[in-house]
């Protein structure tokens, strides 16, 4: 398993690789974040803002989501993976986003998560994204990484993921970090094809001398 020690230094080199990694779902607010992101579930980022360009003309607030008939938001959601699902409870978030916090969203990830559709993901990118409140976000990526580097067991759920990397990370360091990691699992350490060879942290990396063991 990995070190406290070893995390630091994989923590420099994701700085160094990636220094300008950011959220790129692409927003403008804490609500279309909030929609973004959860559109984003088992989909990429590429495919929501190709979906979210047109969206967040014709939708601009709450309200307006609730304007339509289900049928019509399923329609302009199409594209995306569990459409059906995501418009409904973009629906039922606005309702409530209007009835109890007047159509504003909370910084408050605990009240987030009580939202039909926000799990602690989404609430976390939401949170330091939208409010700069240190979080830290474990998606596909940041699992990944975690667990190929020997950051976490295979087994782990991704809570203790999230639990690990925040007990070695300093706070202030949680939202970058998110980022950093997610860009290098996205670029750099794919599911598919990652690239260990090249990568600075194979010295410290179970899964990638593994992998390198069976090429050699």
Known sequence: MLTKKQWEICLEEFG???????????????????????????????????????????????????????????????????????????????????????????GDRDVLTTFPGVGRKTANVVVSNAFGIPALAVDTHVERVAKRLGMNRWKDSPLMVEEKIMRWTPMEKWTDTHHQIIFFGRYHCKAQNPACGECPLLPLCREGKKRMKGIA
């Open 16 to 106: 160094r690789m990636f220094p300008d990694a950011h959220c790129e779902l692409v927003h403008e607010n804490a609500f279309e974040l909030l929609v973004a992101t959860l559109l984003s579930a088992q989909c990429t980022d590429v495919l929501v803002n190709r979906v979210t360009a047109d969206l967040f003309k014709k939708y601009k607030k709450p309200e307006d989501y609730l304007a339509v008939e289900i049928e019509e938001l399923q329609n302009d959601i199409r594209s995306i993976g569990l459409y059906r699902n995501k418009a409904k409870n973009i629906q039922a978030l606005s309702a409530i986003l209007i009835e109890k916090f007047n159509g504003e969203v909370p």
